[in-house]
């Protein structure tokens, strides 16, 4: 779950990071309104998706007049197949340089890491290819969480390639400590698996100010979340998320993990590198793929249902082939999810069933008994599903 | 002989009375495991269908010897538990659960790294040494034992390879399924240290799919130890579009990083056999051991 700069912005704040005044606004209207009251402001597009400054979904302007009118263009921009529908309008900062402050999973080492650096700003992956020694890290201890001693050393190796600001180092390892050890609590707290501040801007002041946000939360964690997840889908709900693309959106709602794709041959199976592998068969053997869907372990009959009917939905789709290996998943229960599916949603369409593993005798006896006939192996099905669905018409 | 698991191994089954727990743990000891005892906090002093529950994994370790921990338990609980059995001293934990925090697993693989414990998983099918031992998911029928050691990433393709090989004649030293979460316990490199040491396996099938790159440390491993034995790979997701998430946190391409053509030139740098398809698989796996042998 990703959240937007602004919710993002409210929880650093509430972490104790400063971040520039700010009102949120879907209106020309309400960007002028918000110019009145602070001022010069930087009118920001808020969308779930890097690069929105190179596209022109960020405008810095001094007047209630400019507000309306960026607000307006901005909004009506698409970025990155995402729409705006609300821009973070906050007042413009003064920048003396850009830091980068951030956390995300490592996954090599099986940790959090913690990146400093002074070269932050919109090139920062620049950096880390072309100057790596540039970009600092640390891995905290999961348990002890980082030491103020640790950040200090990181904070001093990074400033320390930014002659600029090595008067001031002593000052400012000082407030990269104080951002760095909220940060990653706020990150804990959170179950975040990125939480990033970049640019971290110096203000002329001295202080250290967040000019965006970025957190995103882990899915397995977000029972432990429910409030956020609630308040989230009232704000960022299916408004916010309207470039997707509408048969992922109906999944999502469903609960399915589903990928659209462009092809006619609907593709079900349990396990993604085992639904992957299907899509690599139809693929070799000269049929295009509709979909990616991963019914997952342990699926029911009920999910199974719910998966036909899902890539079913899509009207390019002219057969299904059904892929499961059951291992935590059992054949009897998938093979009444695909003749409930079948009798309930009156399907017409091929459908080549391939199944194996646990209760993999029952499962072919119910599929049998309802005149489904399941195939031997995936290749032999694959080239069943292809021979059925290819010639066209849908 | 076989890695990580053997006749040797006295099985505990925590979260054993759950409905995944017990029917697993049923078709673990169908399929001849030795299941010592369940845990589950609460019950303990059950019976259930002739296997004793206890209400901690010290008092089954206690009462059972028991040194092989198969964790069933629901994703909020199972980090809990993988630390639990790492602290009561357990040699080996395979936790099959899917779905954990990843914050709860970074804790739990650092604590279990301070013990002398091995975890396999999480989100993983599990481990089987044909005839001997089973500690997980991966169906019963579809092993025998024989000379090919198995490491994927991925449960259900495993499996297929696991078949594909069994009707082909080939059975298996033992079948490990690392599973396909971000912070996991046994690596592709891990795997393959201990086939390295165990004369019986003489060669190993490796089932890796897009994302991440354990595939490629697992070549330049290969590499750098002198690895003697062949390697069949076999790469899952050659087709799926850059940048789309399939499936599980473990399978997205970005960049050139994970690519199905990075790992395969990565590994068939190394001396791998690259396979197209499954019945590629077993056709290299037949012509290595034939090389083997002569």
Redesign the interface.
């Known amino acids: 779950m990703k959240l937007l700069e602004y919710q993002a912005k409210q929880r650093f704040a509430a972490a104790g990071i400063d971040i520039p005044a700010g009102r949120l606004a879907r209106t020309g209207d309400e960007a002028a309104a918000v110019a009145r009251e602070l001022g010069r402001i930087a009118v920001k597009a808020q969308v779930p998706i890097g690069g929105r400054g190179k596209a022109g979904g960020i405008a810095v302007v001094d007047t209630p007049e400019d507000a309306r009118r960026e607000a307006e263009r901005i909004l009506a921009l698409r970025i990155r197949g995402y729409p705006v529908h609300a821009l973070w309008c906050e007042q413009a900062l003064a920048i003396d340089h850009e830091l980068y402050l951030g956390i995300t999973l490592d996954r090599d080492r099986g940790r959090l890491v913690l990146i400093v650096s002074a070269s932050g700003g919109m090139d920062i992956e620049q950096v880390a290819e072309s100057a790596p020694e540039k970009v600092v890290k640390i891995w905290p201890d999961p348990f002890a969480g980082p030491q103020p001693y640790e950040i200090r050393q990181l904070a001093f190796a990074a400033l320390a390639h930014a002659e600029a600001l090595r008067e001031r180092a002593g000052q400012l390892v000082t407030g990269l400590v104080r951002a760095g050890t909220r940060l990653y609590a706020l990150a804990v707290a959170h179950d975040a698996l990125t939480c990033e501040i970049n640019p971290l801007v110096l203000t002329p002041q001295g202080t250290l100010v967040a000019g965006d946000g970025k957190l995103e939360i882990d899915e397995n964690a977000e029972y432990r979340h429910q409030d956020l997840v609630a308040e989230l889908s009232g704000d960022q709900g299916d408004a916010d998320r309207a470039g997707e693309d509408p048969y992922e959106a109906e999944a999502r709602r469903r609960g399915l993990t589903y990928v659209h794709l462009d092809g006619y041959v609907g593709c079900i199976g349990n396990g993604a590198g085992l639904v992957m592998n299907t899509l690599d068969l139809v693929k070799q053997h000269g049929g295009e793929p509709a979909d990616f869907l991963d019914v997952g372990g342990g699926a029911g009959a009920e999910k199974v249902r719910n998966a036909l009917e899902m890539v079913l939905l899509d009207p390019n789709v002219r057969g299904v082939f059904i892929n499961i290996f059951g291992g935590i998943t059992r054949g009897d229960e998938v093979a009444r999810g695909i003749v409930a599916a079948r009798d309930q949603l009156h399907i017409t369409k091929p459908l080549v069933v391939r199944m194996t593993g646990t209760n993999e005798a029952e499962g072919r006896q119910i599929l049998e008994a309802a005149g489904i006939v399941p195939a031997t192996s995936a290749t032999e099905a694959a080239r069943t599903i292809v021979a059925l669905t290819a010639g066209g018409q849908s | 002989m076989s890695v990580l698991v053997d006749s040797n191994s006295r099985v505990i089954v925590q979260g054993a009375t759950g409905k995944?727990g017990r029917f697993?743990t049923a078709?673990m000891r169908a399929f001849g495991t030795n299941v010592v005892g369940g845990v589950s906090p609460g019950k303990g002093g059950a019976d259930q269908d002739g296997v004793p529950i206890y209400n901690t994994v010290t008092d089954a370790v206690a009462a059972t010897g028991a040194n092989v921990a198969g964790v069933f338990v629901p994703?909020?609980f199972a980090a809990d538990a993988i630390m639990e059995a790492a602290a009561a001293g357990v040699a080996l934990t395979v936790c099959?659960t899917?779905?954990?925090?990843?914050?709860?697993?970074?804790?739990a693989?650092?604590?279990v790294k301070s013990t002398g414990t091995r975890l396999l998983g999480a989100n993983c099918?599990g481990i089987v040494t044909p005839a001997q031992c089973k500690v997980?998911?991966?169906?019963n029928h579809?092993n025998k034992p024989g000379p090919v050691g198995i490491v994927?990433?991925?449960?259900?393709?495993?499996?297929?390879v696991i078949?594909g090989l069994g009707l082909a004649g080939m059975g298996q030293t033992t079948s490990v399924g690392v599973g396909?979460d971000?912070?996991?316990g046994l690596r592709f490199v891990d795997v393959l240290r201990l086939f390295a040491g165990d004369e019986e396996t003489r060669v190993v099938v490796m089932?890796g799919?897009?994302g991440?790159?354990d595939e490629e440390?697992a070549a330049a491993w290969i590499t750098a130890s002198g690895f003697a034995k062949p390697v069949v790979a076999f790469i899952?997701?050659?087709?799926?579009?850059p940048g789309?998430?399939?499936?599980?946190a473990?399978?997205i391409i970005s960049g050139n990083r994970g690519t199905a053509q990075s790992k395969i030139e990565a590994l068939t740098a190394a001396g791998a056999a690259i396979a197209?398809?499954?019945?590629d698989v077993v056709r290299l796996t037949a012509e290595r051991l034939e090389t083997r042998v002569a």
């Open positions: 995944e697993h078709q994703p909020p099959i899917e779905g954990i925090p990843v914050l709860d697993m970074i804790r693989t650092a604590f099918p997980g998911i991966i169906p579809i994927g990433r991925s449960g259900t393709l495993t499996y297929e078949q396909g971000p912070v996991m089932i799919e897009i991440g790159s440390d899952s997701g050659r087709t799926a579009p789309k998430r399939m499936g599980h473990g399978a197209d398809t499954i019945e």
